[in-house]
């Protein structure tokens, strides 16, 4: 009997404590590219003059402006801001122009790069060292904070200035990847390269990939704690709106779900958070889709002046899919109503703006045909697969959720890296040269050419060669089951081979993920 007042007692004291009180948990924290740079990378830009691409987006975890944390940098010189589409401070309305100005503050010239020109100029680059990159996205293809990076990156290679892209979440996190994969004709400033609608990637990955067709000099500062499993209410960061029509997560989540219909009717409201249109019957829409297995989301059909449509209630933003929602969406409402798809060429004059969001004029095409969302999804998914594979080669490891980050440790002194470690396909550790081979007092040499790196320590010298199994050491030809590669502008090189072939011992666990190598003394 005591026992069991004794429980009932608990019960009592648990159910009466405040909800916050009992389920109170901590947010997983994350360390932004921003405070890597401060810490850990601050030696990038030590001494240098300093192009910052930024608005109002760009702060750290604690809420603090990367403009004026560079700018009280007594070690650098922040001598010119860069500013994206809306502006600075993010309030300029979608495809407002904006002039380039001074800073009244700093008195350093803030240049717009949503104006006459898209892309710095030269004279916009003359004055700067290195020129970094530090904007919140949306993880949405269209959305064109990204497109700016992609111009940036281009004209610093023409101009010969280094880029450094400071990491930040993708908010829709990374696992979500799906939607039609832009076509090379059209590309544009709405979608810069062959994405799919979401990519699942980071700015920093986004960079990588773009980096393979511009060959920038590039370094990426990643984050710390961050796992591409994560949405962005599992960082423990505010959300600082991005522009106008995302202040908050659901306008950001319902973006693409509710934004792919330009100019045929089919049209978004409440800041992306009602899809609709005039004719359609929202009951019927709303069955349509809450029959049609769409995840980690409820469709409320609800009536606005634009015309009959659903409200989204987003129940799961892990497995939301708001790409796949937004052809969903499309098909349905056209299958209802009496929508038109508009019509363009392929020149960036004639382009209309649905061909620019699709990526193609396919979607449009399946829609005037009449074709279900399922067989849409299913005739834009072999592209969207070989998408995929591609995209693996610019993942950063460290936000891998299974690989927990890899640990290099020689002679139990741990090695940074500018490009992460990574498990290839031979289960073989893969790291980046330069670093590990400087840790083992090693010279490195280079012949673009035959694509050979030549390391040369002491008396011994030994060749590999990009994507061949064959090294040569002191002369004498070695068969290796792996193969160096170049990642993310990194030489990547087996970490056993190189180490053994210098008389170093190499143990890896798989579980702690550390590697440590022991050189011979």
Known sequence: MLKKITVFFMLLVFVSLPVKTVFSIEVPRIKLGNEML???YHYLIEGKRVGLVTNQSGVNSRGESIINILANDKTTSLVALYAPEHGLDG???AGEHLESYLHPQLGIPVY???GSTRMPTEEMLRDIDVLLFDVQDIGARTYTYMSTLNYCMVAAEKYG?????LDRPNPLGGVIVDGPVLEEPYKTFVGVDTLPMAHGMTAGELAYFFNRNIGAELFVVPMEGYKRTMVFQDTGLEWIPTSPNIPDLDSLFGYMATGLGEGTGVRQADRFKWIGGKGLNAKKYAELLNGA???GVIFIPEERPEGGGVRLKIIDYHTFNPAKTGIYALAYAFSLGDFRVPKGGLTPQDMVMFDKVMGSNKIGLYLEEGLSPQQIEANYTPALK???????KYLIADYDPQAGGIKVL???RSIDFDSPPFIDTNNRLIVPLRFVTEALGAGVGWDSASRTVTIMRGEDLVLFRINSSLAVVNGEEKVMDTVPVIKNNRTMVPARYISEYFGALVDWNPITRIVSITTAH
């Open 161 to 165: 200035k280094p880029v450094i892209v």
């Open 386 to 392: 070989r998408f995929k594979e591609e995209r693996k």
């Open 91 to 93: 309030t300029a309305r």
């Open 410 to 412: 020689v002679d139990g």
């Open 112 to 114: 717009s790069l949503y």
């Open 293 to 295: 297995g769409l995840e």
């Open 38 to 40: 401060m810490s850990k």
